[in-house]
């Protein structure tokens, strides 16, 4: 399916830059400080705004249309998806897994940068690296993603 290979593009993509910026920011942090990371990083937020903003196609009259069509309110919308979750094991299964990942990986993600300048001594600069390395690590997993759909696709 096309928004499957879009998808998987646009987070290998994403990923890349992160890496970029990881190491980027990361040596920025180290000679002015995380005020300078800071203002970069909102930048970078704001440029997107800018492209995705510039981007966009005018298609109000359609949208107008389909909303008219199907006006459903927050609270049928809301049940409407627990009911969904609730009738199908799969995903409960999955919404159990994530808030018990979620809830594992709160630690790691609160203290791995302090443990990680205490063990190699570094600035952050180091951090840096690191974050690159997680995310190069994404980047690998999302590059996957389009040769794995060829492989498992279901006709």
């Known amino acids: 399916r096309p928004p499957d290979r879009m998808f998987a593009r646009s987070q290998a993509i994403i990923r890349g830059v992160m890496v970029l910026g ?7 942090a180290d000679r002015f400080g995380f005020t300078a990371t800071w203002l970069v990083a909102a930048s970078f937020n704001g440029l997107a705004f800018v492209v995705g903003f510039l981007a966009m ?4 009259g359609v949208r107008r249309a389909s909303r008219l069509a199907a006006r459903r309110s927050l609270w049928s919308t809301a049940t409407g998806g627990l009911v969904a979750v609730r009738d199908h094991a799969i995903l409960r299964l999955l919404c159990l897994l994530t808030g018990v990942s979620a809830a594992a990986m709160m630690p790691v993600v609160l203290y791995w940068p302090p443990r990680i300048e205490e063990m190699f001594g570094g600035g952050f600069w180091l951090l840096g690296w690191a974050w690159a390395l997680l995310n190069l690590a994404a980047l ?16």
């Open 22 to 28: 990881g190491v980027a920011c990361g040596y920025l």
């Open 57 to 60: 196609v005018d298609d109000r």
């Open 140 to 155: 690998v997993g999302s590059l996957l993603v389009i040769p794995l759909l060829r492989r498992m696709r279901r006709d």
